[in-house]
C-alpha cells in the first residue's frame, strides 16, 4: 500500500470513528438501536493488520540497511522506514509488543551504520 493509500484509510477510519460517536447520541435520544456502531471489530482488525504491516516494512528496511554500502541511500531508506512506522503508530493508535521490537531493530541498525560511516569518513581525512 503506498503513502497515498495510508492516508485515505486514516481519514476513512478517523471519519467513522467520529461520526459513530456523534450519530450514537442521536440514536440513542430517539430509541434507535446504536451499539452495532460500536463494534470495532472491522476497525480493530484494520488497525492490527497495519501493525503487521508496519513491522514487515521495518524488518525489511533493516536487513537492506545492512547490505547497503552508500550513505545517502541508507539514510534516505531509514527516513522512509521512521516515516512509515510513524504513521501507522499514529493510525493504530501506538504498536504493539512485535512492531516496537521490529523498530527497535530498525533504530539499532541505523544507528550502527551511522557510526560505521562516520569512522570511515574520518579514517579518510587523516
Known sequence: MNKHGTCRLEQSVNNTERMRESSSKRYRDFQIPWEWMFDTGLIGQMKLSSLR???????????????????SQEQSLMLQGVRFAYKIHQFAGGFDAETINAFEELKKVGMRSHHHHHRHHNNNNV
Not at 504491516?53 to 552508500?70: D, G, P, T, V
Open 53 to 71: 504491516l508496519a513491522k514487515e516494512y521495518m524488518k525489511r528496511i533493516s536487513k537492506e540497511l545492512k547490505s547497503i554500502n552508500e550513505y
